[in-house]
């Protein structure tokens, strides 16, 4: 199975790239991790927000791979627990489908890409920067699959 992660933004700080590297190392082959980054809609004193988002959409959208399920990182989605996301990706795997994570600018993600995505997931009701959000969101991947195999990495 892959999941792709489909993040607006590049030119990641060094502690991003080290962190989200280290967790996908630690995954098993059978389930890859790969990272597409979308570049950042140029901004301008006369650009609007949904402007922006729309066109970093558009983007992100033509990034999916073929035949993906698509999961919007967002704010108003599901909430879940590591346990209850340990349950999704043991759904995943046993799919047989690939899953496109998409994580949207400084705008949030655009309506055609919240539109385009089967579900939608929220890391957090925070608000959290986006170099952040790729660490955290490689980190409850691995620590989801070592809970669907008994790995003792997690510790309830």
Known sequence: ???????????????????????????????KLQWREIPLAR?????RPEQLAELEGEQIL???????RVIALDVLGKRLSTHDLAGELRAWQMSGDNFSLLIGGP????PQC???????WSLSD???PHPLVRVILAEQL???????VNHPYHRD
């Open 107 to 110: 705008d949030g993600l655009a």
């Open 126 to 128: 925070l608000t959290l």
């Open 62 to 68: 033509k990034a999916v791979p073929a035949g993906d």
């Open 1 to 31: 199975m892959r999941i792709s992660v489909i993040a607006v933004g590049s030119k990641m700080p060094a502690w991003v790239e080290q962190g989200v590297d280290e967790y996908c190392r630690r995954l098993p082959r059978e389930l």
């Open 142 to 148: 691995y620590r989801a699959w070592t809970i669907t």
């Open 114 to 120: 919240l539109q385009r995505a089967d579900s939608r």
């Open 43 to 47: 901004r301008s004193r006369d650009a």
